[in-house]
């Protein structure tokens, strides 16, 4: 039985079909100069967009130059993408990917701003992209998801950085960095992730001089270095930032590490074909962690499900607590069954409401007390420029 056929067995939903050989293919070509020359100026143009905003506040920050500009490039060159894409899996990605970045973080941030009751709700910054704000309520929640489905939940399905990257950066795939020296490499990301626990620790606190300093000093750490990797594309691969950078990454990749996310190796079905290594954009050696362990559970792994889709052999599969908590659905499932026809529809229907009911105050009232209960000292300069990072 391979892997993919051990871990989905009566579980429809997760499986992600491995493509006919005819429809394989580990990794772009080169694209003309011109397409390549495109990218760069799109990526330049979403950098002059934040540093407008920030500092140069040129034609009152207009839409067309401002933090939302990233957006509306990641839009534009997405639809491209999402129709030139061969893999169905990543198609449904690409669009799901997309449609987060253009409703979540910049129609509804833009035209319906909400905000957090804890720390966003000071600054000008919107609920929603608050995600990688230490202390508020969406950044705890994105965790607890990362937990249990792994750091796909937002590098792989829902990031602007991850956005660009793979819908602007896509035609410098072809030179991501691998090898041996490019994957010892990763872990550099973890000097940034130091500051970045240190920034939060500020946050976190009443606010002084130093911790100001510090978080303000920490957004540009992170901001050049997004924007810079960016027009880097051509030498380290549309994911550089994500490999060697990113504190958010960093942190997502240890909740991988203690979560339930992983993917499954079958040693017996695996051809050693290599294609998994190719296709990976985190340069992960698939193939030696594989055959090393049966797994790939390595923090740097974004969950983009190429390696697992691309393999012809089904030698590999996504794992995260749907395959655990399966097994137990199904073994009850008649039982479950069973209880619900004993006690009626209209019990059913009346125990709902009640739980509904009571979820909204319980919610609503942990939001309400955080938002009374925190009145915080942070200035709106301060969380514009933390938040701005995205
Ligand atoms: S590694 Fe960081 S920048 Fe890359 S997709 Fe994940 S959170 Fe976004
Ligand atoms: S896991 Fe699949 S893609 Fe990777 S080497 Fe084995 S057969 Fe090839
Ligand atoms: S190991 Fe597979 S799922 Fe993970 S980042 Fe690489 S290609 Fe994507």
Known sequence: MTARAAATKGRKAFVTKALPASKQRSLAGKYAWWVQGLTLTAFAYAFMG?????????????????????????????????????????????????????????????????FEPYVGY????????????????????????????????????????VGI????????????????????????????????VVAGAAVLTPLNSWSSAFVGAFALIVVIPYFASMLASPVIGNRGYCRYLCPYGATFGLLNR????????????????????????????????????GRIDVADCMGCGRCVTECGKGSLAFHDVRSVLAPAVRRDRSRLRAWATSRGKAALAQEAVFAAVLLTVLVGSVWLSSAVGTANELSTDLWASLCLVH
Request: hydrophobic share 45%.
């Open 165 to 196: 990257r793979e819908t602007v950066g896509f035609p410098f795939r072809h030179v991501t960095p691998r090898g041996p020296w490019a994957w010892r490499l990763r872990h550099t990301k973890w000097a940034f992730f130091a500051l970045y």
């Open 258 to 293: 203690v979560g339930f996310y992983r993917v499954d190796f079958d040693r017996h079905t695996c051809n050693d074909c290599g294609v998994c290594n190719n296709v990976c954009d985190m340069g992960i050696p698939v193939l030696a962690l594989g055959r090393a362990k």
């Open 50 to 114: 934040w540093l407008n905003e920030s500092y140069l506040y040129l034609w009152d920050n207009p839409i067309w130059l401002n933090r939302y500009t990233e957006y509306a490039i990641i839009l534009g060159f997405g639809v491209w993408r999402i129709l030139a894409e061969h893999n169905p899996y990543t198609r449904k990605r690409l669009i799901v990917l997309v449609s987060c970045v253009t409703v979540l973080w910049w129609l509804i941030p833009w035209l319906f701003p909400f």
């Open 122 to 161: 000071l600054g000008t910054q919107p609920a929603f992209p608050s995600l990688h704000t230490p202390g508020t309520l969406t950044f705890f929640a994105v965790l607890g998801a990362v937990l249990l489905f792994g750091r796909r939940i937002i590098c792989g399905w829902n990031c602007p950085c």
